[in-house]
Nanobody, 119 residues
Framework: QVQLVESGGGLVQAGGSLRLSCVAS????????MSWYRQTPEKLRELVAT???????NYADFVKARFTISRDNAKNMVDLQMNNLNPEDTAVYYC?????????????WGKGTQVTVSS
């Protein structure tokens, strides 16, 4: 089992910044792609950004160069730097990771961290 714990959420004014962090622990074999998702009560969970273990990155279109995903493989960590936040970014942000072995990859999720952007 792999546990993912997010931190760094909070309340920020529009135009502000937050940095989310996620640490993986437990019986890790080989962490593959790590991702950030977000969800609001009105929307399905949506992908924000992904980063592979060889640092290939993809962002959702709505990020628009405002967010930066990074990871530290030695620390089993993935971060999401969010700049120029707007109220539409208000959501619960979830960390996700794949743990891979010779038998395939299993997905894991954190419990989420709330991000609230006030106008």
């Amino acid at each position: 089992q792999v546990q993912l714990v997010e931190s760094g959420g909070g309340l920020v004014q529009a135009g502000g910044s937050l940095r989310l962090s996620c640490v993986a622990s437990g019986s890790i074999v080989n962490l593959g792609t790590m991702s950030w998702y977000r969800q609001t009560p009105e929307k399905l969970r949506e992908l924000v950004a992904t980063i592979t273990n060889d640092m290939k990155i993809n962002y959702a279109d709505f990020v628009k160069a405002r967010f930066t995903i990074s990871r530290d493989n030695a620390k089993n960590m993935v971060d999401l730097q969010m700049n120029n936040l707007n109220p539409e970014d208000t959501a619960v942000y979830y960390c996700a990771a794949q743990d891979c072995s010779q038998y395939g990859c299993l997905p894991y999720w954190g419990k989420g961290t709330q991000v609230t952007v006030s106008s």
